[in-house]
């Protein structure tokens, strides 16, 4: 009998179209899921992976709306009152599950109290503990009331959403110093970096705000420490224009010195070496600091005050040619004029004048970002 059925079994697998032209069988299609799949979102946090899905999620906020075997009333503001599930509340805060122990045994139905806050406020929170949603509108009219009750009763992960919304077009000039305020109660330090961030940015503004005069009376220490704060922000930023405009000047006179180099070596446009022959088609030249020095040599070639201190100008290219030796290394081989003459004379200076010219040449290599001067080299190289 097996004989037999393996031998149909041969003669049905000769007959198969697909077998007779070399191609495998496709493979049967895996079985379908046993319930239909509503549209999921993937969570992965602490090594476990879950999946919600939109049904789940309205399933959680038609048993918080429809308060279906609640047994916990909340009494609001203005005598507003909600209906609640203690187990949920419980798992979802320790701070009511404490309070629920203490209502515990109070009659058939328990009741807590959350005061201070608007009842819709409270009926979102209530709302974000069964299912973590919330509507757009409603966090943004209620982010702050939110936060408050976030902290209150421990729920970080709606903490974590209350401060990014907040951080992300909620905060304005007129409500800073109210934020800023309760992030510090709140223990919410990225918050209120960003908030003492925008204080010290807009400090005149934020300064005629109610808020602000509000706290100025509430906490003056506060007030103080902002103060202290916008002052040191303030010479900070002073220090720090001040470090710019200084590094500009440096960067010059290192531009300068180029320009110094290149007219000696090279020559540029009308003017250089005496033993250089100028081009009518000469290419631009690449030195910024070029045409300003060209008339500054021009008038120190021509001018009859040229002694140092007789003229103001010639004084200015006096030292930039004592500049020029303090920088340069090989002032024998160097073409720039009187090179190694203020080599010789810096021999006879005094120490405070040779330490205050040491201090510049180190600021003016350091604003360039290098560690030696390159002038002795270029100021060679045309031999």
Excluded at 23 to 32: G, K, R
Excluded at 47 to 54: A, D, M, N, R, T
């Amino acid at each position: 009998m097996t004989q037999k059925l393996m031998g149909n079994m041969d003669r049905v697998s000769e007959e198969s179209p697909l077998l007779a032209n070399g191609v495998p069988p496709a493979a049967p299609p895996l079985p379908s899921p046993a319930t239909t799949s509503y549209p999921q979102k993937g969570l992965v946090g602490d090594g476990k992976c879950c999946s919600v899905s939109v049904a789940t999620r309205d399933l959680w906020d038609q048993l918080f709306d429809n308060a279906y075997g609640a047994d916990l009333r909340i009494n609001t503001d203005n005598a507003g009152i909600l209906y609640a599930h203690a187990s949920i509340l419980g798992l979802s805060s320790p701070v009511m599950k404490g309070m629920l122990k203490q209502t515990r045994g109070c009659g058939r139905r328990q009741a807590i109290s959350i005061r201070g806050v608007p009842h819709d406020a409270v009926r979102v929170f209530i709302r974000f503990l069964y299912s973590s949603c919330y509507e757009q509108e409603e966090m943004e009219e209620f982010a702050v009331p939110l936060l408050m009750l976030s902290h209150a009763y421990v729920i970080p992960h709606l903490k974590r959403v209350c401060v990014q919304h907040l951080e992300h077009g909620l905060l304005t000039i007129d409500n800073v110093t109210d934020i800023f305020q309760l992030a510090l109660l709140c223990d919410a330090p990225r918050l209120s970096l960003i908030c003492h961030r925008m204080i010290l940015k807009n400090f005149k503004a934020v300064a005629d705000t109610e808020g602000w005069k509000a706290m100025k009376k509430s906490h003056p220490i506060l007030e103080k420490e902002i103060l202290e704060s916008f002052s040191e922000a303030q010479t900070r930023q002073k220090q720090r224009v001040r470090r710019l405009n200084e590094r500009k000047i440096y960067l010059q006179l290192y531009e300068a010195m180029e320009a110094l180099v290149h007219i000696c070596r090279d020559g540029c446009r009308t003017i250089g070496p005496h033993d250089k022959v100028f081009k009518e088609d000469q290419a631009p030249c690449r030195y910024e600091a070029c045409k300003g020095l060209e008339l500054l040599v021009r008038h120190f070639a021509g001018c009859k005050l040229r002694v140092p201190g007789g003229c103001i100008h010639c004084k200015r290219m006096w030292q930039l040619l004592e500049l020029h030796s303090r920088l340069c290394a090989d002032s024998d081989m160097c073409r720039v004029p009187v090179c190694r003459n203020f080599k010789d004379r810096m021999k006879k200076q005094s120490k405070k004048d040779e330490m205050r010219w040491r201090i510049l040449v180190r600021k003016i290599l350091r604003a360039k970002g290098i560690g030696r001067s390159p002038f002795c080299y270029t100021a060679i190289s045309g031999f």
